[in-house]
């Protein structure tokens, strides 16, 4: 009984997905055509690929899987006592929290994209987590007021679990993240091509829906992301990557800077944040150069027209 209420809340916190090759249909009558250009261009264009939620492309079928695993777990969360364990109640509620929390994230990093199927899965996946932590807080209250003699509140208990982290002044711990500047608006290929560069070149080791949580357009999450490992050993390399974002694709931000924001999102090697003393770019440094074509070269990679803090060659 209880494989069947932890598969299913396993289901819904499980926010990785993956592209798969779609492969060439049988009845596709320029097979021949379209393998040269792929040969002739040297990479297969993203049409070609379905991006996978759960195991999922098809949004029908998706949804038959959720709303099976879902009504299965009603049946065990009410059959077993999990229902009367105020703490593990609490946890799955938390649990279910985050993972739609982490969903509306992926969703708004998708404004831009032309997925509209991949897009689909998201929204059935955010409304099953909705389903579900309605039901879980309907049978709470019913459960409160059955036990209403002896003072159990598994609700209560809820809400304090869920605001045990705020500040006691009331005030929600701040939120570090990258603002996407609002005139681009081809950022979600922008930030796939800079993960793909950044991972080729063992500066990151982290999967694209974990670097793409660092990014927003225009809505703040709920928390930041967790933290990714920047591999270098120096600080020197993060220093000028952050300079180079800073001029092309996040906006200007103040309090906090993007330095400030930058050392929050980032660890560094030895896996704890990078600190203000850490050792600055320099332009005027010998190993300046080096560094600075290397980075101008994967900003350039990501989109041509995008500037970076090179400075252009006097004319003669």
Same mark, same amino acid.
């Given at each position: 009984? $209880?494989?069947?209420?932890?598969?299913?809340?396993?289901?819904?916190?499980?926010?990785?997905?993956?592209?798969?090759?779609?492969? !060439?249909?049988?009845?596709?009558?320029?097979?021949?055509? =379209? =393998?040269?250009?792929?040969?002739?261009?040297?990479?297969?264009?993203?049409?070609?690929?379905?991006?996978?939620? /759960?195991?999922?492309?098809?949004?029908?079928?998706?949804?038959?899987?959720?709303?099976?695993?879902?009504? *299965?777990?009603?049946? $065990?969360?009410?059959?077993? *006592?999990? /229902?009367?364990?105020?703490? =593990?109640?609490?946890?799955?509620?938390?649990?279910?929290?985050?993972?739609? %929390?982490?969903?509306?994230?992926?969703?708004?990093? #998708?404004?831009?994209?032309?997925?509209?199927?991949?897009?689909?899965?998201?929204?059935?996946?955010?409304?099953?987590?909705?389903?579900?932590?309605?039901?879980?807080?309907?049978?709470?209250?019913? #459960?409160?007021?059955?036990?209403?003699?002896?003072? %159990?509140?598994?609700?209560? /208990?809820?809400?304090?679990?869920? /605001?045990?982290?705020?500040?006691?002044?009331?005030?929600?711990?701040?939120? $570090?993240?990258?603002?996407?500047?609002?005139? @681009?608006?081809?950022?979600?290929?922008?930030?796939?091509?800079?993960?793909?560069?950044?991972?080729?070149?063992?500066?990151?080791?982290?999967?694209?829906?974990?670097?793409?949580?660092?990014? !927003?357009?225009?809505?703040?999450?709920?928390?930041?992301?967790?933290?990714?490992?920047?591999?270098?050993?120096? $600080?020197?390399?993060?220093?000028?990557?952050?300079?180079?974002?800073?001029? &092309?694709? @996040? &906006?200007?931000?103040?309090?906090?800077?993007?330095?400030? !924001? %930058?050392?929050?999102?980032? =660890?560094?090697?030895?896996?704890?944040?990078?600190?203000?003393?850490?050792?600055?770019?320099?332009?005027?440094?010998?190993?300046?150069?080096?560094?600075?074509?290397?980075?101008?070269?994967?900003?350039?990679?990501?989109?041509?027209?995008?500037?970076?803090?090179?400075?252009?060659?006097?004319?003669?």
């Amino acid at each position: 009984m $209880y494989a069947a209420i932890i598969d299913f809340v396993k289901a819904l916190c499980d926010n990785e997905y993956e592209s798969k090759f779609r492969g !060439i249909p049988d009845e596709f009558d320029q097979t021949d055509e =379209l =393998l040269a250009e792929i040969e002739l261009a040297g990479e297969i264009p993203p049409s070609m690929f379905d991006l996978e939620l /759960n195991g999922f492309s098809n949004p029908i079928e998706f949804e038959d899987f959720f709303e099976k695993n879902f009504n *299965s777990f009603k049946i $065990y969360f009410l059959s077993t *006592s999990t /229902n009367k364990n105020i703490d =593990l109640v609490a946890e799955v509620h938390d649990q279910i929290l985050d993972s739609k %929390a982490v969903l509306l994230q992926i969703k708004q990093s #998708l404004i831009s994209s032309s997925d509209i199927t991949f897009k689909s899965l998201i929204d059935l996946k955010i409304s099953y987590c909705e389903k579900t932590i309605s039901f879980i807080e309907t049978k709470c209250r019913m #459960l409160k007021e059955q036990l209403q003699n002896n003072g %159990a509140s598994i609700l209560t /208990n809820i809400v304090e679990k869920k /605001n045990s982290n705020k500040q006691t002044l009331g005030e929600d711990p701040p939120v $570090y993240v990258f603002r996407i500047k609002k005139e @681009i608006t081809n950022w979600d290929h922008v930030i796939k091509t800079l993960h793909k560069e950044l991972k080729k070149y063992r500066y990151i080791d982290c999967s694209l829906p974990q670097f793409r949580k660092l990014f !927003i357009g225009d809505t703040l999450p709920q928390q930041s992301p967790e933290p990714i490992k920047w591999k270098h050993k120096t $600080y020197y390399h993060f220093s000028y990557f952050i300079r180079c974002l800073h001029r &092309s694709l @996040i &906006s200007y931000s103040k309090k906090p800077s993007n330095n400030v !924001i %930058a050392r929050k999102l980032f =660890l560094s090697l030895d896996g704890v944040p990078f600190t203000e003393k850490g050792d600055r770019f320099d332009s005027r440094s010998d190993k300046t150069q080096e560094v600075r074509a290397f980075f101008d070269k994967i900003i350039k990679n990501c989109d041509p027209k995008y500037t970076t803090t090179s400075k252009k060659k006097p004319t003669s």
